[in-house]
Each structure stands twice: as structure tokens, then as C-alpha cells.
């Protein structure tokens, strides 16, 4: 079984940053794409960030310029550096990455969900 844990959220001043951290770990033969979602109330979930295991990456409009999506693969980890962070960016933020747990098979798999709260 793999599992992706998360954390990092909080509560934040708008102009603030914050870290998330997402690391997967059980029966990993290799990781694809790692990213970053966001569902905030009332919508539906979005793209954040995401990030290739060779280190391409690919952001949403409303955070290019604020978010840094990172990776470690030796730590099977991705990263969310959020800076001037701004009310809007209120959310439960979500890991996602494609996982191989064998040569030929692989799954979509999810964390649980971590809360960032943004305050103007």
C-alpha cells in the first residue's frame, strides 16, 4: 500500500508564506508527476502545482510568480513554498502523485488534506 502524508498548513497573515510537504512512502517502485490541489468551499478542486520526476513544472494563473512546487525523489517528498499568500489562497490543499508500486503497475493516489487558512 503507498500513502501520502501532508503537512505544513496553518493559519497565516495575508503577505505571509507557508510550507507544505507531502511525502509518500510504502511500496514505491518509481513516482511520475507529484502535485498540488486545492479545494476551497463552495468550489471545486483545482490545480495548484505541479511537478515531473525530471523537474518540469506547471502552475496555476493565480499563484505563478507567489508558489514554488519543489521535489525530492531520493525523499519520494514534493513541496509547496507559498509566498504573499493572499485570502484567496484559503483552502484545504491536497497531494496528489502517480505512483508505479511495481514495473507495470501504477495508481493515482491522494493525501488526506491539509487546511491553509490566509487572514486579510
Known amino acids: 500500500q503507498v500513502q501520502l502524508v501532508e503537512s505544513g498548513g496553518g493559519l497565516v497573515q495575508a503577505g505571509g508564506s507557508l510550507r507544505l510537504s507531502c511525502a509518500a512512502s510504502?511500496?514505491?517502485?518509481?513516482?511520475?508527476?507529484m502535485g498540488w490541489y486545492r479545494q476551497a468551499p463552495g468550489k471545486q478542486r483545482e490545480l495548484v502545482a505541479a511537478i515531473t520526476s525530471g523537474g518540469s513544472t506547471n502552475y496555476a494563473d493565480s499563484v505563478k510568480g507567489r508558489f514554488t512546487i519543489s521535489r525530492d525523489n531520493a525523499k519520494n517528498t514534493v513541496y509547496l513554498q507559498m509566498n504573499s499568500l493572499k485570502p484567496d489562497d484559503t483552502a484545504v490543499y491536497y497531494c496528489?502523485?502517480?505512483?508505479?508500486?511495481?514495473?507495470?503497475?501504477?495508481?493515482?493516489?491522494w493525501g488526506q488534506g491539509t487546511q491553509v487558512t490566509v487572514s486579510s
Open positions: 510504502g511500496s514505491i517502485f518509481s513516482i511520475n508527476a
Open positions: 496528489n502523485a502517480d505512483i508505479y508500486y511495481s514495473a507495470l503497475v501504477r495508481g493515482d493516489y
